[in-house]
């Protein structure tokens, strides 16, 4: 028999086609045509943009697998879902070398300056000018706020560039050579890049705010790969018009993808829409990931990635 799922955000056209040929019934939360619909679906899956609360829980009783493709879940009420004995899945591991190759990306783009280089050259402005020197990225300070695996694979890579690494977390780590500072202030305090990689969430929410912009300073650059809602982005765009700290490269925003046009006026950042997992090879694992997930949970075999409240 084949069964009902529900896509709760867009999904590629590779994985709506894929959960097709595996036989499921994919509805779609925008368009229920049929009441009766909403409790033949068994499992949720979205990406990690998906939100899904409370109310949305209520709506769906027979609900009891949220599978998201994404390592972030921070849209999904974890804890309505296990109240209501849901488990939720994520996609961990198979996008980590793509979020930290784009952040050290994002850490050359803006120290180099290299898309309003680019700018430069395409305008015809090196013709009658020389684009200003830049800082240099080799050997440069950076803090990473989470080591977690993201947080680590951006450290493997940064000690490539001879970069000098510390970090913060809730608590240090005793498997890693990096100095660890208490708070975000006082790690943005010592560095020239701060970058973000800690998952969204409450917990998480406007960490990076007045103090910790203060502490980075005239010469520091802020990086985010992580989630828009990290970073307090009012108080971002105040330091970056007032040169409160050199500048930022930002790959999440609070509700994108409506981006604020204060910081898209800005010349000292560099803006990317969301892509830090998005090549043709990771989005293909984290689809694979996810669908076997949801194979696994109507085999009745045990989930391959579930979050970790979700272990306990
Ligand atoms: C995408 C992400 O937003 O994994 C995450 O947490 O932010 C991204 O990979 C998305 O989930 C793609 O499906």
């Known amino acids: 028999m084949a069964q009902e799922i529900m896509q709760v955000s867009p999904l590629p056209p590779f994985m709506m086609n894929a959960l097709?040929?595996?036989?499921?019934i994919v509805h779609d939360h925008t368009h229920i045509k049929d009441p009766g619909a909403l409790s033949k679906v068994t499992a949720l899956v979205g990406t990690g943009a998906a939100k899904v609360d409370k109310k949305l829980l209520m709506m769906l009783p027979n609900v009891k697998l949220?599978?998201?493709?994404?390592?972030g879940y921070d849209g999904v009420d974890?804890?309505?879902a296990k109240e209501k004995g849901i488990v939720v899945t994520h996609t961990p591991g198979v996008l980590t070398d793509d979020v930290a190759d784009l952040a050290m990306g994002l850490v050359l783009s803006i120290g180099r300056r290299i898309p309003q280089a680019d700018k430069f050259v395409r305008n015809g402005d090196w013709v009658s000018d020389t684009f200003p020197m830049t800082q240099k990225v080799s050997g440069a300070r950076i803090g990473i706020v989470g080591m977690g695996r993201i947080g680590r694979a951006i450290a493997k890579r940064a000690a490539a560039f001879d970069m000098r690494i510390a970090y913060t977390g809730r608590e240090p780590k005793t498997d890693v050579p990096y100095t660890f500072y208490k708070t975000a202030t006082a790690l943005a305090a010592e560095v020239d890049y701060l970058v973000v990689a800690v998952p969204g969430g409450d917990s998480t929410k406007n960490l990076i705010g007045g103090s910790v912009l203060q502490a980075l300073g005239s010469k520091g650059y802020l990086i985010n790969i992580a989630r828009g809602s990290v970073v307090d982005q009012p108080i971002l765009v105040q330091a970056l018009k007032?040169?409160?700290?050199?500048?930022?490269?930002?790959d999440v925003f609070w509700d994108e993808p409506m981006i604020d046009p204060e910081l898209r006026r800005l010349h000292n950042v560099v803006l990317t829409?969301?892509?830090?997992?998005?090549t043709e090879e990771t989005r293909r694992a984290m689809a694979a990931l996810t669908m076997e997930n949801l194979a696994a949970f109507y085999q009745r075999k045990p989930l391959l990635t579930p979050v970790p409240e979700c272990c306990a």
């Open 20 to 24: 097709q040929e595996a036989d499921y």
């Open 242 to 250: 007032e040169k409160q700290i050199a500048g930022a490269a930002l």
């Open 66 to 71: 949220i599978a998201i493709c994404g390592v």
């Open 273 to 278: 829409p969301h892509i830090a997992s998005a």
């Open 78 to 80: 974890v804890a309505a």
